[in-house]
T-cell receptor, first 113, second 117 residues
Framework: GDSVTQMEGPVTLSEEAFLTINCTYT??????LFWYVQYPGEGLQLLLK?????DKGSNKGFEATYRKETTSFHLEKGSVQVSDSAVYFC????????????FGSGTKLNVKP | GAVVSQHPSWVICKSGTSVKIECRSL??????MFWYRQFPKQSLMLMAT?????????EQGVEKDKFLINHASLTLSTLTVTSAHPEDSSFYIC?????????????FGPGTRLTVL
């Protein structure tokens, strides 16, 4: 079945450091891929998405490229800020089964000033 | 943009009572709504999918008689936790899909923290 695997956290970085959070997926079809962010005590917010191979999603300095050959959708940011501290979830949805979203286990990011 | 609200944002109740959580799409018609449960430091677990005007579809292992879901209109779905017990304490998150959008995207509510004493 479809699934998402994320690197385990927590990830602790200093402000202005480079961020990479790895995400790989398994899917039988052609999924859409998402990154969601969850701040403490809040729900999930869509950070970025990509709907087909080689698409790059970007938002607020974060980027992720849909790599079909490596089944990956790694999240990157060139210079993190303290305000980026949150939990990040990688997710996929099956294009042929709109009701199913599969989430990774989440990666907590701590950014220190 | 698409906004989903939940009410209440937190609730504390006694064991054995029932609790209702509302999920509303504020600026779009949600043909499909989803209910998730999130345990501390864990990912989201899909509990059920509800389509407006029809019965909810529950994921394996989720008790449909305990977690009653009603999707009576295109903007409102409710989750009722019946005879709640401490093990039902969790963070419940709803999401909604805009039926008029071709893209497959879910918009998430802010979540409801349920604590059962």
């Amino acid at each position: 079945g479809d699934s998402v695997t994320q690197m385990e956290g927590p990830v602790t970085l200093s402000e202005e450091a480079f961020l990479t959070i790895n995400c790989t997926y398994t899917a039988t079809g052609y999924p859409s891929l998402f990154w969601y962010v969850q701040y403490p005590g809040e729900g999930l917010q869509l950070l970025l998405k990509a709907t087909k191979a080689d698409d790059k999603g970007s938002n607020k300095g974060f980027e992720a490229t849909y790599r079909k050959e490596t089944t990956s959708f790694h999240l990157e940011k060139g210079s993190v800020q303290v305000s980026d501290s949150a939990v990040y979830f990688c997710a996929l949805s099956d294009r042929y089964n709109f009701n199913k979203f599969y989430f990774g286990s989440g990666t907590k990011l701590n950014v220190k000033p | 943009g698409a906004v989903v609200s939940q009410h209440p944002s937190w609730v504390i109740c006694k064991s054995g009572t029932s609790v209702k959580i509302e999920c509303r799409s504020l600026d779009f018609q949600a043909t499909t709504m989803f209910w998730y449960r999130q345990f501390p430091k864990q990912s989201l677990m899909l509990m059920a999918t509800s389509n407006e005007g029809s019965k909810a579809t529950y994921e394996q292992g989720v008790e449909k008689d305990k977690f009653l879901i009603n999707h009576a209109s295109l903007t409102l779905s409710t989750l009722t936790v019946t005879s709640a017990h401490p093990e039902d304490s969790s963070f419940y998150i709803c999401s909604a899909r805009d039926g008029q959008l071709a893209v497959n995207e879910q918009f998430f509510g802010p979540g409801t923290r349920l604590t059962v004493l």
